[in-house]
């Protein structure tokens, strides 16, 4: 089954830095999801993009969908020690009643205090 | 808040046994999902549904089986387990063009 190309595969880096992630796909994709899922957790959704070339934020987070409509980018500005998990990238396409969605492989960070 | 709550967190379960993975829903949501989660994998669909008695089958669907008996409820069915789905099984649910809400995870080891 296809999956989303998602970079890096794990990070660290120190408390306080930027992180940035991305997702790439041979596929388009009519919307950009970014999930985190923390230790012993399911994911939970973190941000949500639904046009080419929009740019969210939540917080610390932001998150872009390519203008390409195959790739999406996550940046987290000023880390901190909570922010340890992994983040999934997910994109979804279709019509209907189901849009699938495929997820990406994952990033894992961990956050050095 | 929308409540994904899988039966189990782990579960150990003998080579050949048939093993049951329950997940219900709280929102009234028409879609339903099944995922493995696997180390340098991500998350695969194993099996979906849209509708009650309606499933289909996702990108790994070999050696499960679904049902979806009730709107709520989604069962995940090990019909003889193997070792090698020892994973992560993770639930999720959606509305109709929605975003995706997922249970807390179970940690399934086949021995």
């Known amino acids: 089954g296809q999956q989303l190309n998602q970079s890096p595969q794990s990070m660290f880096i120190q408390e306080g830095e930027d992180v940035s992630m991305n997702c790439t796909s041979s596929?388009?994709?009519?919307?950009w999801l970014w999930y985190k899922q923390d230790p012993g957790e399911g994911p939970v959704l973190l941000i949500a993009?639904?046009?080419?070339?929009e740019l969210t934020s939540n917080g610390r987070l932001t998150a872009q969908f390519g203008i390409t409509r195959k790739d999406s980018f996550l940046n987290i500005s000023a880390s901190i020690p909570s922010d340890v998990g992994i983040y999934f990238c997910?994109?979804?396409?279709?019509?209907?009643?189901?849009?699938?969605?495929?997820f990406g492989t994952g990033t894992k960070l961990q956050v050095i205090p | 808040d929308v409540k994904v709550t899988q039966s189990s967190r782990y579960l150990v379960k003998r080579t050949g046994e048939k093993v049951f993975l329950e997940c219900v829903q709280d929102?009234?949501?028409?879609?339903m999902f099944w995922y493995r989660q696997d180390p340098g994998l991500g998350l695969r669909l194993i099996y979906f549904?849209?509708?009650?008695?309606?499933?289909e089958k996702g990108d790994i669907p070999e050696g499960y089986s679904v049902s979806r008996e009730k709107k709520e409820r989604f069962s995940l069915i090990l019909e003889s387990a193997s070792t090698n789905q020892t994973s992560m099984y993770l639930c999720?649910?959606?509305?109709?063009?929605?975003?995706?809400?997922f249970g807390q995870g179970t940690r399934l080891t086949v021995v």
């Open positions: 999720a649910s959606s509305p109709l063009g929605g975003k995706a809400f």
């Open positions: 596929s388009i994709f009519n919307t």
């Open positions: 993009l639904y046009k080419a070339g």
């Open positions: 997910a994109g979804r396409k279709g019509s209907g009643g189901y849009q699938k969605v495929t």
């Open positions: 929102m009234d949501h028409e879609n």
């Open positions: 549904s849209y509708d009650v008695k309606m499933k």
